[in-house]
């Protein structure tokens, strides 16, 4: 019989957006709120899209229109200072937590002058802490680099869960590639189905903006 959590293992879900990352993990979440163990649920101060007033902020939310609905309690911490992630644990010492979940990994930053960056704080946790860690993240960016600290992630965790979402141009279940729908100057700009797409990777290198200029950059 397999257990539930394994101290110091550290489980990814990634993929592109709509893939349903979120809500996977949170099946698994579901599974420990009705066991012995304690855990968290972390996300980037930065993602209060779907909120709806300022009392939502602290809520995370699955996106308008999703045939899969949830709502639950979030700790938003500042995507530049990650290790608040540990302060905050560290301050619920009458609690004993046993895992952590983090939403959206992609936002939080690497290492900078003033933060250790995300990918030493879950070494943290799960080395000097014994916790599980769970995390969801896209992997790349509209342009197919690497998002964030990703890559790091990636080859950092024991257990990766690629997901798929349905190709918004062909209808296939392969869409691994998010693209813009309208062109924008800032790269990272958080935003729902109006402002971004999925595609699989044909459709990617045939009908997106970013995928056309690619390919002829290629050649
Ligand atoms: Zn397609």
């Given at each position: 019989?397999?257990?539930?959590?394994?101290?110091?293992?550290?489980e990814l879900w990634t993929g592109c957006m709509f893939s349903n990352k979120t809500i996977k993990m949170?099946a698994?979440?579901?599974?420990?709120?009705?066991?012995?163990?304690?855990?968290?649920?972390?996300?980037?101060?930065?993602?209060?899209?779907?909120?709806?007033?300022?009392?939502?902020?602290?809520?995370?939310?699955?996106?308008?229109?999703?045939?899969l609905?949830?709502?639950?309690?979030?700790?938003?911490?500042?995507?530049?200072?990650?290790?608040?992630?540990?302060?905050?644990?560290?301050?619920?010492?009458?609690?004993?937590?046993?895992?952590?979940?983090?939403?959206?990994?992609?936002?939080?930053?690497?290492?900078?002058?003033?933060?250790?960056?995300?990918?030493?704080?879950?070494?943290?946790?799960?080395?000097?802490?014994?916790?599980?860690?769970?995390g969801n993240g896209l992997n790349l960016?509209?342009?197919?680099?690497?998002?964030?600290?990703?890559?790091?992630?990636i080859?950092?965790?024991?257990?990766v869960h690629y997901e798929y979402a349905t190709?918004?141009?062909?209808?296939?279940m392969e869409a691994r590639y998010g693209?813009?729908?309208?062109?924008?100057?800032?790269?990272?700009?958080?935003?729902?189905?109006?402002?971004?797409?999925v595609?699989?990777?044909?459709?990617?290198?045939?009908?997106?903006?970013?995928?056309?200029?690619?390919?002829?950059?290629?050649?």
């Open positions: 019989m397999g257990r539930i959590l394994s101290p110091g293992k550290f949170l698994r979440k579901a599974q420990i709120n009705y066991s012995v163990y304690n855990s968290l649920l972390i996300g980037s101060g930065r993602d209060t899209r779907y909120a709806e007033n300022e009392s939502e902020i602290n809520l995370l939310k699955s996106h308008p229109g999703s045939t609905t949830y709502k639950e309690k979030i700790i938003r911490i500042s995507d530049e200072l990650p290790e608040k992630i540990i302060e905050y644990i560290n301050e619920a010492k009458n609690k004993k937590i046993h895992a952590v979940f983090i939403d959206e990994l992609q936002f939080f930053s690497g290492k900078t002058e003033t933060s250790i960056g995300i990918v030493r704080v879950i070494e943290k946790l799960l080395k000097e802490m014994d916790m599980h860690v769970f960016d509209y342009r197919q680099n690497y998002f964030g600290q990703m890559k790091y992630l080859d950092m965790a024991d257990e190709c918004e141009l062909c209808r296939n693209f813009r729908k309208k062109p924008l100057e800032e790269l990272v700009v958080a935003g729902g189905k109006d402002l971004y797409g595609a699989c990777g044909k459709c990617y290198e045939k009908y997106t903006y970013e995928g056309v200029l690619k390919k002829q950059n290629n050649s």
